[in-house]
């Protein structure tokens, strides 16, 4: 204040201010009394966003279709008294997730962060193979009831398996069986298929020399099933080539059965020959067979046929690239290169 006298000048100022608009009266009085007053206008304003700390980002595995996630809690500072939200759902999908955090203070500042939740899915189906089988050959490939596998996974699962669609050889074939779910993850576990046959089939050649102008086979057939078979509905195949085309003829030397009913079957014995195209070591076959009156083939029981074959002019076969020739075989000898068939179908051996 001013003036030509002395002045005192005070105020009604507060020490701190709050929130709006606080008017401070300030008063000038002079020596003689005299008095001027202004008002004063103090605002106080809050325009600071609170601080805003989120949690972590996070990636779970999944445990379900969605996902319950312990997602943690995000926390507000200010001055004023906050209030902390967010958009978080109660379970997550697959993928990210961004969860959206608010921060709102009293005068209404505004904060806000994004937190990701990642759920994934790296765990493989749970897969069980069918239990491994075994069952007796039905031809050169055998169809074989495999059962089904079992997976289970939160996700959908495919079930495939590598068996092949014609059936199965003889002896051992591992099939692998895989499960894969929607995301991708792969398990496999492997089932064991094993073809034997059912009767069994020996052989070995009287001339085993590479170069002769007649063949003798000598093969026996033996009845390991449980059933007893007639013998006229089996046939026996030779595969050889035979090295210049010409008539041929066919002999029985020997035949009979052995077991609990032995007796010579030789004059029940025929033989007939077909040409083949297409096969490895063969280009023709000599097929054995029987006539009704060589009876029955009992379980256990066993057919021995000594033979032979040639051609009309008594020229050269050529021994060693023939299918069914065992040149080192001194006595009867399982083989798988002489087929045998019963009502058609092939029972023991593998075609060419």
Do not use: H
Not at 73 to 96: M, R
Not at 106 to 111: D, F, I, L, R, T
Not at 139 to 159: C, H
Not at 256 to 267: K, P
Request: charged residues 15%; proline residues 4%; aromatic residues 10%.
């Amino acid at each position: 204040g001013t003036d030509i006298f002395k002045v005192t000048v005070t105020s009604n100022a507060p020490e701190s201010y709050g929130l709006g608009v606080t008017e401070v009266v300030w008063t000038a009085t002079d020596a003689n009394g005299n008095v001027s007053t202004g008002v004063q206008k103090i605002t106080l304003v809050d325009t600071t966003k609170p601080v805003l700390k989120l949690p972590a980002d996070k990636t779970v595995e999944a445990t379900a279709l969605k996902t319950p996630v312990e997602i943690g809690v995000a926390t507000g500072t200010d001055i004023f008294k906050v209030t902390v939200t967010s958009n978080a759902p109660e379970s997550y999908g697959l993928g990210v997730t961004e969860v959206v955090w608010t921060a709102t203070d009293a005068n209404g500042n505004v904060s806000t962060g994004v937190q990701k939740i990642t759920v994934v899915d790296t765990t493989k189906p749970v897969l069980k193979a069918p239990a491994d089988v075994a069952v007796p050959a039905t031809g050169t490939k055998t169809l074989v009831n495999l059962g089904q596998a079992t997976a289970s996974d939160i996700f959908g699962v495919v079930l495939k398996n590598d068996a092949p669609a014609d059936g199965f050889p003889l002896g051992k074939t591992v099939v692998t069986w895989t499960a894969t779910d929607v995301n991708g993850n792969v398990s496999t576990a492997v089932q064991n298929v094993t073809v034997t046959q059912t009767f069994k089939v020996q052989s070995f050649n009287a001339s085993r020399s590479s170069v002769t102008n007649t063949i003798f086979p000598r093969i026996s057939f033996e009845n390991t099933s449980k059933s007893t078979l007639q013998l006229s509905s089996i046939k026996l195949r030779y595969y050889y080539t035979i090295d210049g085309e010409r008539y041929q003829s066919f002999y029985t030397d020997y035949a009979r059965v052995s077991g609990s009913n032995t007796r010579v079957i030789q004059s029940y014995v025929t033989g007939s020959f077909q040409k083949t195209t297409g096969k490895t070591g063969s280009d023709y076959y000599l097929e054995i067979g029987f006539t009704s009156g060589a009876g029955s083939l009992k379980p256990g029981e066993s057919v021995e046929i000594q033979c032979r074959f040639w051609k009309s002019d008594f020229s050269n076969y050529y021994q060693t690239n023939d299918y069914s020739f065992n040149g080192l075989a001194t006595g009867f000898t399982d083989t798988s290169k002489i087929t045998a068939y019963s009502y058609g179908n092939l029972i023991a051996g593998m075609e060419p």
